[in-house]
């Protein structure tokens, strides 16, 4: 671990946590935004570190059309690595010119066997206040569902203060068999309405800030088999790195943090999340599998 700590600090990145006892599975990244950022790391850097300290296999999510071209030609030379694919509602609102052409490209990409997932796709009413961009984003949001269960992939969710309309829109037509809730920032209830239809529930680095209390709520009641775990890196930094740029290796912290909240051994906990994971997104990768 010692190599990578001088390595880390001289990057202004967190020190590395020490090492699971068990793999486990970062269920939403971005490793070309981190590498983007002054003093970023390198996707197999970062790949690297987050390795051995447990965290040995990615999904890498693309978020317009270019990232998800550049998620899938990550795993088809990685293979711990397996790419989601999406236009993201905050892209769909923002580039209208670009979603009918950038549907099309989500749709070739989708055929490509490293793509395990259509995500993140949804609705975020956080950054889109406007009621036209909105209605945009749940067009956008229905063309993802239906690529996603016509190439029988797995629904990625981003929901941002739009909990109610991502339900309506999800109610309004057939569903893939797999659908995972991305970031997961509901309270308990939406949590159980959630986890009652199916859905794995994703929980970042914010389920350890200590003002979050409604969100370990809803932690309390996710079922073991529809819980993942996450880093949405290089955001949503797990305490106590809190306030530094994250990374997959960071998920350790999150995942010890999970583990202890629901009072279970960690070693099993790494083992029900990896599990979680590749039923989430249908099946085992990686050099072993």
């Known amino acids: 671990m010692a190599s990578y700590d001088t390595l880390l600090a001289d990057r202004g990145l967190p020190p590395a946590p020490a ?15 981190a590498a983007a950022i002054d003093g970023g790391l390198t ?35 990685a293979p711990t690595v397996v790419a989601n694919v999406a236009l993201h509602p905050n892209e769909v609102a923002r580039h209208p010119e670009r979603v009918a052409e950038g549907l099309e490209t989500i749709a070739r990409l989708a055929r490509n066997p490293h793509v395990r997932g259509v995500g993140e796709t949804g609705l975020d009413y956080f950054r889109t206040t406007d009621p036209a961009e909105q209605a945009r984003q749940r067009d956008a949001f229905a063309a993802h569902i239906e690529i996603a269960r016509e190439r029988g992939l797995t629904l990625v969710i ?15 037509q057939p569903l893939p068999d797999r659908v995972v809730m991305h970031c997961f920032s509901g309270d308990a209830a939406f949590a159980r309405r959630c986890a009652d239809l199916g859905f794995w529930l994703s929980f970042p680095g914010v389920v350890t800030y200590p003002a979050n209390s409604a969100l370990r709520e809803a932690l309390a009641v996710t079922p073991r088999t529809q819980l993942l775990v996450e880093t949405d890196a290089p955001y949503l930094t797990p305490v106590p790195a809190r306030g530094k740029r994250n990374s997959p290796y960071l998920l350790a912290h999150t995942v010890r943090f999970v583990a202890e909240r629901r009072g279970w051994d960690l070693t099993a906990a790494c083992r029900q999340m ?11 990768w990686g050099d072993d599998g």
């Open 19 to 33: 090492p699971l006892p068990a793999s486990v599975v970062d269920a939403h990244t971005h490793l070309d935004a």
């Open 43 to 77: 996707p197999a850097l970062a790949m690297e570190i987050a390795a051995s300290v447990g965290v040995e296999r990615l999904v890498q999510v693309g978020c317009d059309a270019a990232g998800s071209e550049w998620a899938v030609a990550l795993a088809e030379e």
């Open 158 to 172: 981003h929901d941002r203060d739009a909990h109610d309309d991502i339900l309506d829109v999800l109610a309004a």
């Open 274 to 284: 990896s599990a979680n994971a590749f039923a989430a997104f249908g099946g085992h």
